[in-house]
């Protein structure tokens, strides 16, 4: 392989690896309503493939600043860059830079390289000594490092090439995924209106739900405040996501009682109706 075509198997890496980190990003650490909807939708299936991608982008990082040989194979590693070419004998100077480059991205690298070494590849016996915490700065330093290396890299062998690591649109899956999930009547203005119909003293009420427009009988405790029964018809309505903050008035059919507005708070799991 020429310099130039690992030079390209590099660039693609990174582009790569940029989709997988731009769409954590996009998911997991940027709208705290992205993550609200998702643990709404599907806490534990979310949760993994955020262990996933966030463990993924690592090994990732670690691949492209590998040695220039593991285990007697030769890597598509910065290393293996430098190697194909040839400045050790040919261009002792610039050896000399791009060695001491190398030398700055691996040292950018060391935490992500830790967890790769001691958790990731291989599970370390001693689990006493802690791993560096999985930040997402550990992680853009890296990347950052590895992208000023192949800048320069790249500007010293294709001087009237100019290289870039923005890819446009690479989040549009994940965005694509989260207009579906957010695609809800309880989005759009303006809000329904969904009642709680009883009569004074009994406790069969009727939920009219405005998200859905469905009907059904719940049981109404104005005085403790609780309705599993609301709950239980929010976890599986179509008109909600279930992160959202649903207000609710119950109405006495007969005007006994004057009309009381309640919150359900979908994300606070504990069951509690917070009166007005
Ligand atoms: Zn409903």
Not at 15 to 21: A, E, P, R, S, T
Not at 53 to 74: P, Q, S
Not at 95 to 106: A, G, M, N, P
Request: hydrophobic fraction near 35%.
């Amino acid at each position: 392989m020429t310099t130039d075509e690992l030079l390209e198997q590099i660039t693609t890496d990174i582009y790569k690896l940029h989709y997988v980190w731009d769409t954590f990003l996009l998911l997991f650490a940027s709208d705290k309503k992205n993550v609200d909807v998702l643990n709404a939708v599907g806490s534990g299936f979310f949760a993994m493939n955020q262990t996933l991608m966030y463990d993924d982008v690592l090994l990732r990082i670690n691949r492209i600043t590998d040695r220039a040989k593991v285990a007697g194979k030769d890597t598509a590693s910065l290393e293996q860059l430098l190697h194909l070419t040839g400045w050790r004998r040919s261009d002792p100077a610039n050896w000399k830079i791009f060695s001491d480059e190398l030398r700055t991205v691996k040292s950018a690298c060391r935490e992500c390289r830790a967890h790769r070494n001691r958790r990731l590849s291989h599970k370390e016996l001693d689990q006493a000594t802690p791993l560096p915490p999985t930040t997402r700065k550990m992680v853009e330093t890296a990347i950052e490092a590895v992208e000023r290396f192949v800048r320069l890299f790249n500007r010293e062998l294709r001087p009237d090439v100019e290289i870039s690591f923005v890819v446009t649109n690479v989040t549009g899956h994940a965005e694509r995924l989260l207009r579906h999930l957010t695609n809800r009547r309880s989005q759009k203005q303006p809000p329904p209106e969904t009642r709680i119909l009883y009569v004074k003293g009994n406790r069969r009420a009727e939920l009219q739900c405005g998200f859905c427009g469905e009907t059904e009988v719940v049981g109404y405790y104005p005085d403790d405040r609780t309705s599993p029964h609301v709950r239980l018809h929010f976890a599986k309505c179509d008109g909600l996501i279930g992160c959202e903050v649903v207000m609710i008035e119950a109405v006495e059919r007969n005007g006994a009682e004057p009309p009381r507005t309640f919150l359900v708070d979908l994300k606070d799991k504990s069951g509690s109706l917070t009166q007005q």
